[in-house]
């Protein structure tokens, strides 16, 4: 069956999400713990250099009456500040982190007229990850954190893309960490869930009409500086 392009409303229908009662609850009781004086309050800033661990993607095109497999490169950062709360082997860390990612598709130019196809693009977002942590050792830290991203707005050669903005949707990071003294360092891998595909644009943009939408699995390597 031929495929037709996808409309904006169709393939950014997200949801804001809305945070789970059970964490509002598990801050709270460490707030308590806290006030109470049985545990600890840390706070800093922390930056992190990210690269997709996804370098072909099966895609889906409305141009052409098939799917393609294309070479993908993804890479980008975030700067941000944190608080931690910390109870015996258990920690709770909300994060508030602003991100930046550079985007590359090589779709293979013999199949596709890639010269009417938005292929690099910047997109930036709003992260809020909450770290759930267990102590390991004193230097050594396991967590999960899921994690709300807001607002996120892609570019070409500074030219808004409005088919690529997303309100929200929620993803999940997992990792570790290493603290000694004020410095941290964390690795994560970040878990997405999404379809990838190219599309007609609502509006041509620098005579393409075509882009492509996609979301990659980043590893980030995370550097923190605790200040409190």
Do not use: C
Not at 54 to 64: K, T, V
Not at 79 to 95: D, I, L, W, Y
């Amino acid at each position: 069956m031929k495929k037709t392009a996808k409309s904006k409303g169709d393939l950014n229908n997200h949801k804001r999400a809305n945070h789970p009662g059970w964490i509002t609850a598990l801050f709270f009781v460490f707030m308590t713990h806290n006030h109470l004086g049985y545990g600890q309050v840390k706070a800093g800033v922390r930056t992190s250099y990210m690269i997709d661990t996804i370098n072909n993607i099966n895609m889906e095109l409305a141009s052409i009456d098939n799917d393609l497999n294309v070479y993908v490169a993804r890479k980008g950062y975030n700067v941000g500040v944190f608080t931690a709360f910390e109870m015996g082997h258990f920690s709770v860390r909300p994060e508030l982190l602003y991100t930046v990612i550079e985007q590359n598709f090589r779709p293979p130019y013999i199949l596709v007229r890639i010269q009417n196809m938005i292929t690099n693009f910047t997109s930036t977002q709003w992260e809020t990850p909450i770290l759930l942590g267990y102590q390991l050792s004193d230097y050594l830290q396991i967590f999960a954190a899921p994690k709300w991203v807001v607002n996120q707005k892609s570019t070409y050669q500074n030219v808004r893309i409005p088919d690529l903005d997303r309100a929200a949707s929620m993803e999940l990071d997992l990792g570790f960490s290493i603290q000694m003294g004020a410095l941290g360092l964390d690795i994560r891998y970040s878990l997405t869930s999404t379809s990838s595909g190219a599309y007609f644009l609502q509006d041509p943009i620098e005579g393409k009409n075509q882009y492509i939408q996609s979301q990659g699995k980043y590893l980030h390597v995370g550097l923190s500086l605790f200040l409190l």
